[in-house]
């Protein structure tokens, strides 16, 4: 767990960039800083690996605190990842990641082979090892940068914008590669950005920072989209907040129906589109095992009748989904909601320590029409969903 | 062209202790000594000062200086101070000359690696004399051993004043061919110096393809 105690950081001239800050990011959770440019995130980030040091206040490693700790041994103790991954350029894929082991004085056969497993785990072809860093692509070069924090297998992982720079469908990748990495890895990550989609999808908490070092609001994230705190936490949160709530509830509780005669199927089951008079008629699918309602109700707008499809993991179809029962289930949520007890969590917390991250908006390594983008889900719209790697 | 095949045929310009070998032996003497002297000041200076960011202000004046140095006189004074007898006379100038290249060129290369790279070196744990030495250096190369290769040319070519004072050199066959009006001799000479400094231009490439990581090279 990492704490933070009252802590400030004011600088020689006297502007305050994080003013009593206190806040705690527990053990084995994805805590994200969030919040527009000059609130100071990336100034907490960097304290706590003392790569700046606060002025008052303490921030607490597990019950020590970070200043007791000679900077270079702390380092080698947290992985830090940066926006442009900041590798280094001279040397190879393989030996970029075993930088902290050699530093650690691992011998170099068990150095090179915990690298090469890493980069097998961020997803990344054996066969780059052996190259240069200007030789891959920026959303490899940010696997690398994960794979190297990852190396020496330290409990706390610091991760100060490092999606910014890639492409949206690079970005998503790697987003769902985290989310998929921490639930085998079970780190204690602090995760800063200034995208607060980012930290909704990805924060089992968000602290939401405002101009001047302050804290605004530190909650989960279903939480934070139904309740913010004041004025500044829901302009920031921005628009259809709840729609983006409907992430965190799982579709698995929609009552699916038989299988309609005018839905059409080819001969494996997979749904060819709705038939009527005219011809095919487009179709939405969610996997109710693994999307989240959000991605139903998305699923169900795609159709012209309003029922969505359900299909399993090989994409065949195992029931569909009708308004009304995608309205029970929503009724039974906003029921919830008004429900008189405000500290009585979103099912979300309980939902995602036992089935680790299947809902919010999880695309996978397998499409699902869950992203609000989706324009033309015909059936030959199958195209891999995962980042332009290997 | 007549006159080069005329000094390079001629075999009393190849022996005695006026001759070529010993001429262009004692030319490479005075390069190499003062190209390493002025590397081993401006080397380390550079690294310290690109590293730490304290003192940049000795770049600048030395960038400046060199412009304004005039070999000549320097040569004349150091002459003068310490008398002929010893080589000091010519390498004091050479290695003024040889420092600024160097050290700007090693400063800047080091300045100039990007700030996200050094962040991540001390983020991962690196410290100083690390980040110096397993970071910026291998990433800085390039530019260093252009530095190097800047001051080598230079060196080569402004060696040949060793001959104003007696020392021999290159510059001998020069001054001498002058002197005499044998211009023969003079282009001779020349043309020794010219492909004197083209060598050392080939070797610093050659070296930076040798040295230099392939992931760096790209870049510049």
Known sequence: MITFEGVTK??????????????????????????????????????????????????????????????????????????????FPHR????????????????RKRARARAMELLERVGLDAELARRYPFQLSGGQQQRVGVARALAADPPVL???????????VVRTSLQDELLRLQSDLQKTIV????????????????????????????????????????DFVREFLGRDRGIRRLSFIPAKDVRLAAVPADLALDASGRPLGWRTEGGLLPYGTFNPERDSLRAALDAALLAVNGTAVAVDEDDRVIGVATREALDEVLGQYAARHTAPAPESPWPEEAHRTSTPRAAPGS???????????????????????????? | MNWLIDFFSNPANWSGPGGI????????????????MAAAV?????????????????????????????????????????????????????????????????????????????????????????VLFKVLVPVALPLILLGLRLAAIQVVATATVAAY??????????????ATKNYTITIGGAFLVVVLALTAQAGFTLLSRVAVSPGVRRVR
């Not at chain 1, 190879?92 to 011998?107: E, Q, S, Y």
């Not at chain 1, 989706?374 to 195209?383: H, I, K, L, V, W």
């Not at chain 2, 001429?23 to 000594?33: G, M, N, T």
Request: charged share 20%; glycine share 14%; with cysteine.
């Open chain 2, 21 to 36: 070998p010993v001429r262009l032996l004692e030319h490479l003497e005075f390069s190499v000594v003062a190209l390493l």
């Open chain 1, 92 to 107: 190879k894929i393989v030996d970029n990641v075993a930088t902290v082991p050699h530093l650690l004085g691992w011998d």
């Open chain 2, 165 to 178: 004072v007696g020392l021999g050199g290159l510059g001998r066959f020069i001054m001498d061919g002058l």
């Open chain 1, 10 to 87: 004011r600088y020689d001239d006297g502007t305050v960039a994080v003013d009593d800050l206190t806040l705690e990011a527990p053990t084995g959770a994805i805590t994200v800083f969030v919040g527009p440019s000059g609130c100071g995130k990336t100034t907490s980030l960097r304290m706590i690996n003392r790569m700046i040091d606060a002025t008052d206040g303490r921030i607490l490693l597990d019950g020590q605190d970070v200043r007791e700790i000679d900077p270079p041994t702390l380092r080698r103790g947290i992985g830090y990842v940066i926006q442009q991954a900041g590798l």
């Open chain 1, 363 to 390: 695309a996978g390594e397998a499409p699902g029409p869950d992203e609000p983008a989706p324009t033309d889900p015909g059936p030959g719209d199958r195209s891999d969903g995962e980042g332009p790697h290997g």
């Open chain 2, 42 to 130: 401006a080397i380390p200076l550079g690294l310290w000062v690109g590293h730490t960011g304290r003192g940049s202000f000795v770049i600048v004046v030395s960038a400046n200086a060199a412009r304004a140095l005039p070999t000549l006189g320097i040569l004349v004074l150091v002459v003068l101070l310490v008398g002929v007898g010893s080589t000091w006379p010519v390498l004091v100038p050479l290695v003024l000359l040889a420092v600024p290249p160097i050290l700007v060129n090693t400063y800047e290369g080091v300045r100039g690696v990007d700030p996200d790279l050094r962040d991540a070196a001390y983020g991962m744990g690196l410290r100083g004399p690390q």
């Open chain 1, 158 to 168: 610091l991760m100060d914008e490092p999606f910014s720079a890639v492409d949206p």
């Open chain 1, 191 to 230: 995760f800063v950005t200034h995208d607060i989609d980012e930290a909704i999808k990805l924060g089992d908490t968000v602290a939401v920072m405002r101009v001047g070092g302050r804290l605004a609001q530190m909650a989960g994230p279903a939480t934070l989209l139904t309740e913010p705190a004041d």
